[in-house]
């Protein structure tokens, strides 16, 4: 298990990201935990365009205090080029998931995903970004916290 961007994002998540950042009604990242129970190979999770597609090889957190974070335009800082280095770090807030129960098992990963409107099936909600998140929860808050560089990094 490794973190990755999807194929169907490369060369796009900055953009989705301004899209957001836009503020069309409803548009968002999306964060969403995936069952560690229930992950399917990254090789081939890479290859989904959809999180409906993501999801028909993983399952989706179901335990009590997990629901999906949606992160709007006032959440995302300004996209910053950082013509020093030749790149384009994109970050998020923390997210907390509160007194998140044990059943419903472990939690293996987080995506990033784009979603273009507030009523959107999971058909068109693109995912970004894979990032590994071997968690177990207890009951206890988790905080999800991106690393040093964000959740992205185009060069």
């Known amino acids: ?32 935990v995936l069952a560690a129970a229930a992950i399917e190979a990254d ?6 365009v959809s999180l409906a ?3 028909t090889g993983s399952t989706e957190a179901s335990n009590a205090g997990y629901e999906r974070k949606a992160l709007l335009s006032a959440d995302l800082a ?8 030749d790149r384009v770090d994109l970050d998020i807030p923390d997210q907390t998931y509160v007194n998140v129960q044990a059943a419903g098992g472990a939690w293996g990963k987080i995506l990033i995903c784009y979603r273009p409107g507030s009523v959107v099936p999971d058909s068109q909600i693109i995912p970004l970004t894979a990032h590994d998140f071997p968690m177990i929860p207890d ?3 988790i905080v999800v916290q991106t690393d040093a560089i964000g959740f992205y990094r185009a060069t």
């Open 43 to 48: 090789g081939l999770m890479n290859d989904r």
């Open 1 to 32: 298990m490794a973190d990755f961007t999807f194929n169907a994002a490369k060369g796009r998540v900055v953009e989705f990201y301004r899209q957001v950042k836009a503020g069309p009604p409803g548009a968002a990242l999306v964060m969403v």
């Open 78 to 85: 300004e996209v910053v080029v950082d013509n020093v280095n």
């Open 139 to 141: 009951g206890a808050n």
């Open 53 to 55: 597609d993501v999801l």
